[in-house]
């Protein structure tokens, strides 16, 4: 992706945390019928592999199963919203653009047969673990539980190649910089408004 040097993020536990707080992204690959798009959730590894890795499933019946096996791109994009230039000191000489954070990762998908329980377990204990009274697979009934590995493919992606890119108005005076970040808390984009305050910190 484009990615002007004042919005680079090239440091990878940034990436990383970015991918775990935004890990619904979409997996595109490409075949004889061209591109093909799947949105789904996805787990990183961090310490797998040089970057990472990660590992998500879709339904059996999804045509992108064929193309595991061929290089993929996952796309994660995390908080974002639009600036308006009425929060700048000079509303005359700004224009209205949208500020946001992505990562962007590649590599090639290969499926992992027999590890669909093991995989569904793992993400379920993600999303439920911390929640009162949560679900686990073992309450489902004995001939489901039996049955849904049968619907599934799941796989693993090393991170081969991995940017991210976080538009923060890191091209801005300072006291710009804070104009936005009350714009957009009054807006309530307190994500957004989360990330802005990191950077400018670091600053």
Known sequence: MYVPKHFVVDDLASQ???????DFGVVIGSGAGGLFATHIPLMLSRDEGSFGTLYGHVARANPHVGLFGSEALVVFSGPHAYVSPTWYSDRTSNVPTWNYAAVHC????????GHQ???????????????????????????????????IVTFRMPIARIEGKA?????????????????????????????????????
């Open 106 to 113: 590649t590599g090639v998908p290969a499926v992992l047969e």
């Open 117 to 151: 329980l093991q995989h569904l377990a793992q993400m379920v204990e993600r999303y439920e673990g911390t929640r009162p009274n949560g679900w686990s697979l073992d309450e489902l009934k004995a001939q489901m539980r039996e049955s849904l590995p049968r619907g």
């Open 16 to 22: 990383h945390d970015l991918i775990d707080a935004c």
């Open 167 to 203: 538009k923060l108005s890191q091209n801005k005076p300072r006291e710009e910089r804070e104009r936005v970040i009350e714009g957009l808390k009054a807006a309530g984009e307190t994500r957004l408004v989360a990330l802005m305050q990191a950077a400018l910190e670091k600053a």
